[in-house]
């Protein structure tokens, strides 16, 4: 099934699409700090990073951030964690993934306690060994650092057995850091050029193309 013993997947963007859920709760977080947004979808750029990062690069000061952090996570966890759908035909891969035995991580710069519950609600949280993500604190938020997290509940493998799968540079940079390759999916919110530049492995555009990837 595939020539790989570990696959660490991103998640928003990578298995799922949340951009409803995401936008509509930093819509709610940027109203809390008093900078409302006329066009919602101009928040999609902020989907993937670490939310408390892309705050930062618009001027906010710490106590507006926490503000903002705090508004988002009111709303997203009762409400936008669930606007959200799987990305067509995902799942029926990671179920045959895991069948054929090998190993599956999620690596994501969401707080780990969300990724879970979107995993759960989506029937898929028995496929993944581990479930990598941020922490609440901020302390464990880049991508390099969520790796490294699964990595070591892995068992830190041999990284000629892993490779990544995400939609944006962040991805492909933060594996690039413990030598594992990276495969950029084109259905996320990065573009070809984003992942070309950050030296992906392979791009690909449908989940039949990724289901070749991996296999060959």
């Known amino acids: 099934m595939s020539r790989f ?6 998640l928003d963007g990578t298995l799922t699409d949340p951009a409803a859920g995401i936008t509509r709760s930093l819509a709610h977080a940027l109203e ?3 900078r409302p947004v006329a066009d919602r979808s101009s928040l999609r750029a902020l989907i993937g990073p ?3 990062d892309a705050f930062a690069a618009m001027g906010m000061t710490d106590a507006e951030i926490d503000v903002a952090i705090a508004a ?3 709303r997203y966890t009762t409400v936008g964690l669930y606007e959200n759908a799987l990305i067509h035909g995902i799942d029926a891969l990671v179920r045959d993934l895991h069948t054929a035995g090998v190993r599956l991580a999620i690596a994501t710069s969401k707080p780990e306690p969300f990724a879970a519950t979107i ?5 898929l949280l028995d496929h993944f060994a581990v479930v990598a993500g941020a922490t609440l604190d ?3 938020r880049h991508k ?3 790796v490294l997290h699964a990595l070591e509940h892995l068992g830190l493998p041999d990284v000629s057995g892993v490779v990544m799968v995400g939609d944006r540079e962040h991805d492909v940079f933060g594996a690039a850091e413990h030598g594992i390759a990276t495969i950029g999916v084109l259905w996320g919110y990065g573009s070809k050029d984003e992942l070309a530049r950050a030296g992906a492995a392979a791009i690909v555009a449908t989940v039949d193309e990724l289901r070749d990837a991996l296999r060959t």
């Open 5 to 10: 013993q570990h696959v660490l997947f991103d």
């Open 32 to 34: 809390a700090v008093g």
């Open 50 to 52: 670490p939310l408390v």
């Open 72 to 74: 988002y996570r009111e």
């Open 119 to 123: 995993l759960e609600h989506f029937g």
């Open 138 to 140: 901020h302390r464990r």
């Open 144 to 146: 390099d650092e969520v």
